[in-house]
DNA sequence: TAAAATTATATTGTGCACAACATAAATTGG
DNA sequence: CCAATTTATGTTGTGCACAATATAATTTTA
């Protein structure tokens, strides 16, 4: 309508990607111990749940493709918290597994998560509102 | 506590990170018109509401260092929306302006504004309070 | 079963995003 | 006024993020 719809405080989308890298930003000590950069952490969690995955079953749960994964795992890998061995059954798929020592930081990896929780000043069940919001928020863009 | 805690599902953290990129995905198809990407998009916000600023006041608005925007100024010097000219009292600082083509692009702008905010399936009131609640979740996670 | 289509991953190129470092102009303190 | 510091911007290197393309293995179909 007026002018205000245009300025930058008054977006939703700005006020989303501006917490995501508030985020990261807060994450990034706590992983440098680690040893891991946010967007790894993410592939760990999956791991952590899952133990085994393929690159696609990957990119499905974060909602990454291949030409973000294929180098990301390659350095997980190198830092040894991961193995990638080419299937025997179906030689098109690449299987991702944790090795003892990626599985050895699950607790430090817990730790850091409650850390988080806690930085953001939610009470933990407004906590669980937000997310539930920010489910049906990237849900509607994603039909759009 | 359990296991719940370091599942994927429940990380407010992806939520807001999976959110802002379907934003991101979101705006691409209108602003590929306008000819921009989505950050260059946040810094023609900037410019159309002051309509001259330096590169550390734009900056400052985004939240972003000038490592990440000196290439992206120089490139929308190059599509021609911004005019990059250093400053004759201080010449440390460069003045970052709309030229005319950038800044008739104003009303474009808008009404993607508008088409996104439609796209998010909130309503008005619930997407101010939304507003509201990432800002705060922001300035809670930068104070710690 | 041989050709066509699909599936899984990898590669290349462009554009963020930031740390670390570099440079040059302005300001301040002695 | 001159040296030291601060300020504003730029450059380099690493790591996402994705589109487009490539490759190779499987599956389907004729």
Redesign the interface.
């Known amino acids: 309508m007026n002018d205000n719809?245009?300025?930058?405080e008054?977006?939703?989308?700005?006020?989303?990607?501006?917490?995501?890298?508030?985020?990261?930003?807060?994450?990034k000590p706590l992983l440098a111990e680690l040893g891991v950069t946010y967007p790894q952490y993410?592939v760990m969690?999956?791991l952590?749940?899952k133990r085994v995955a393929t690159v696609t079953e990957i990119g499905g749960?974060?909602?990454l493709d291949t030409g973000t994964l294929s180098p990301l795992l390659k350095r997980l890998e190198k830092t040894g918290f991961i193995r990638r061995e080419r299937s025997k059954e179906d030689e098109r798929q690449v299987s991702i597994q944790l090795t003892p020592s990626g599985l050895a930081k699950?607790e430090v990896?817990?730790r850091i998560?409650?850390a988080?929780?806690?930085?953001?000043?939610?009470g933990l069940d407004s906590?669980g509102q937000?997310?539930q919001?920010?489910?049906?928020?990237?849900h509607?863009?994603?039909?759009?």
């Not at 719809?5 to 930058?8: E, P, Q, S």
């Not at 509607?140 to 759009?144: G, K, P, R």
């Open positions: 719809m245009l300025a930058l008054n977006h939703l989308c700005f006020a989303v990607y501006a917490a995501s890298h508030a985020f990261t930003k807060a994450y993410l969690l999956v952590w749940e749960a974060l909602g699950r990896g817990t998560g409650a988080i929780g806690n930085a953001t000043g939610c906590l937000l997310l919001t920010m489910k049906t928020l990237r509607n863009l994603e039909e759009a």
